[in-house]
């Protein structure tokens, strides 16, 4: 693990004193939170904690509130309890008790455990340096104000950072890339293209701040620490954070961008000016991995990985088999957070950023948490909910840090894989569908499975799309065609001649490029939200591109629907 943890007290020896009495509870200080552990007590179908503020001496200086309940169900290791307690100021000292349940019946509490936690850190000239956020122990979000100055001071101050502007809002904030290397960062977007890269977005609803917090501590962690795994991290990768791509939205408070658009629906269409230039970063970059980080759902941690089947298969299996279902779950379980999978994990949309990466060739994922407290974490103060969102999302973002270093020359050959598989231009296409995501054991929820109906699947793919010069460069609200094909990266040349000669001026898209997973849903007519309605044409014996004379039926434009607890 990239944080070192520090035991606050090491587990207990000594004989429960009363019948069903929790032994062996200790707790181990980590960044945000402190890991508790028990040994089970037979029977118990759930435990309670409890937590006490104290004072130097171990005399209570509070109430003593119960903090967490721990259910087996919600963990990969139902046999060994962990709970990731958080909420609480840091650098306090309190004493923690855990008591089993049979039922509602709760037995006699633990003898309790005593610790000072580890208090906000940093190092050399980030030791001082904090955002809003923690100023106020989680009470308040840093403002764009107070996030410009930081992201200023962060990048002033330190050789391993550069400070890289991708665009702007539509009324003018920059959106901002930290770009992390040791001892320094490569010199331009082509030199990290070639080279093991981590991508992390932190913020794309502008009401769904808590991610965007823990990545602005992660970035002064990066720049100032002397942590060694984390220097061999940065020496041998580049981590680009994006902390607010929806800068807006954040100021306002709203899911939306300025417009009311939901920027986390327009990573195919490119319509707005966050999203364009988030499309032009991940085109010159070409990051391997990557979060999109979100707050919503019924977990701690609710990750999923992109499950559109346009995907190539291994890709998917990346994501889901290797970085979620063994890394996070089984680290998640040891650090005593809830992760589990995304529930609302259906939506097949290309759109959507987490299978946009897939699409991209990007082992992706979506990173959510519970907005509110909930059942397992009762009694939260609005700070306290805010510093277990946001520490539990660093902890996220250090997990795929870890998981990249350790494997990433084995993710670039899947990468390479991923793009050889699309450019051969084989095997069918759909529209919208989704690869299926089965319960977990002993997780017992699973995300629905967004089957394709037959009349969104391409059998027989097609070699290429004829768009017409109005198509092409025509005006549209969102911007032209030939603009927003060039930010994904899609390759598009002037029609043949006997193209040409047929259909009239006009220009051919290929399949067989990288991303040809993306391109029929832009570019069909029979596509569920495309960009424009292109001419589908198909390779003849001669290995011309022939069109296709008749389409079943015009593109029928989706509207999202939105759940009010969701945010993918």
């Known amino acids: 693990a990239i944080a070192t943890a520090i035991a606050l007290v090491q587990p207990g020896s000594a004989l429960a004193q009363e019948p069903n009495q ?50 087996p169900t919600r963990t990969v290791t139902p046999d060994a309890p962990t709970f990731a307690e958080s909420g609480f100021v840091l650098g306090q000292r309190f004493c923690w008790r855990v008591r089993a349940r049979f039922g509602t019946e709760a037995q006699a509490f633990s003898e309790p455990v005593c610790g000072t936690t580890r208090p906000q850190w940093g190092v050399g000239p980030g030791a001082s340096l904090r955002t809003q956020f923690e100023q106020t122990n989680g009470a308040s979000y840093t403002s764009d104000v107070n996030e410009f100055l930081y992201t200023a001071a962060v990048d002033a101050a330190s050789e391993r950072v550069r400070v890289v502007e991708i665009g702007r809002t539509l009324l003018g904030r920059p959106i901002n890339m930290f770009v992390f290397g040791y001892p320094q960062p490569l010199a331009g977007a082509a030199q990290i293209s070639e080279s093991p890269t981590t991508l992390i977005e932190c913020h794309v609803h502008g009401n769904e701040p808590s991610m965007r917090e823990s990545c602005l501590i992660l970035a002064r962690e990066l720049a100032f620490t002397d942590d060694p795994t984390l220097l061999q991290i940065m020496e041998r990768s580049t981590v680009l954070i994006v902390p607010t791509l929806n800068g807006d939205g954040r100021a306002a408070n709203t899911r939306g961008s300025s417009t009311g658009q939901d920027l986390n629906r327009d990573h195919s269409l490119l319509r707005e000016p966050e999203t364009k230039a988030f499309a032009a970063m991940l085109r010159d970059y070409t990051p391997d991995v990557a979060v999109d980080g979100h707050n919503g759902d019924s977990e701690d941690l609710p990750v999923l990985g992109p499950r559109h089947l346009n995907v190539f298969e291994g890709l998917y299996s990346e994501a889901k088999n290797r970085l979620i279902e063994s890394w996070i779950y089984d680290n998640a379980a040891l650090a005593g957070w809830y992760a589990g999978p995304y529930s609302n994990g259906g939506a097949s949309q290309e759109t959507i950023l987490r299978n946009t990466f897939g699409l991209k060739n990007i082992v992706g994922i979506l990173s959510e948490n519970r907005a509110g407290a909930g059942i397992t974490r009762p009694g939260a103060t609005f700070a306290g ?53 089965p319960p977990f054991p002993p997780l017992p929820s699973a995300p629905d499975v967004d089957a394709p109906e037959p009349d969104a699947i391409l059998e027989d793919p097609p070699c290429g799309y004829f768009l017409s010069e109005d198509q092409y460069r025509g005006a549209q609200p969102g911007g032209t065609v030939e603009l927003r094909l060039n930010l994904h990266g899609i390759a598009v040349q002037p029609a043949p001649g006997y193209l040409v000669r047929e ?33 589908r044409l198909q390779e003849e014996s001669s290995g011309r591109c022939a069109q296709v004379v008749s389409v079943p039926f015009q593109a029928a434009i989706w509207s999202a629907g939105l759940n009010d607890y969701v945010s993918d």
């Not at 020359?409 to 050889?420: F, G, H, N, P």
């Open 503 to 535: 259909l009239g001026p006009g220009y051919f898209v290929p399949m067989a490029q990288p991303l040809r997973g993306l391109i029929p849903p832009l570019l069909d007519q029979q596509a569920a939200e495309p960009m424009v309605g292109g001419v």
């Open 22 to 71: 929790v032994t062996g509870l200790a707790a181990v200080q980590e960044d945000g939170f402190a890991t508790l552990s028990w040994d089970t007590v037979e029977g118990a179908t759930d435990y309670q904690v409890e937590r006490t503020p104290v004072d130097g001496a171990d005399q209570p200086t509070g109430p003593a509130t119960i903090v967490g309940l721990w259910q």
């Open 385 to 437: 909910n805010e510093n277990r969102k946001s520490y539990g999302q660093l902890w996220l973002v250090k997990q795929l840090l870890d998981y990249h270093d350790e494997n990433h020359s084995a993710i670039r050959r899947l990468v390479a894989q991923s793009r050889a598989f699309q450019r051969a231009n084989v095997g069918r296409i759909v529209f919208r569908g989704s690869y299926p995501w």
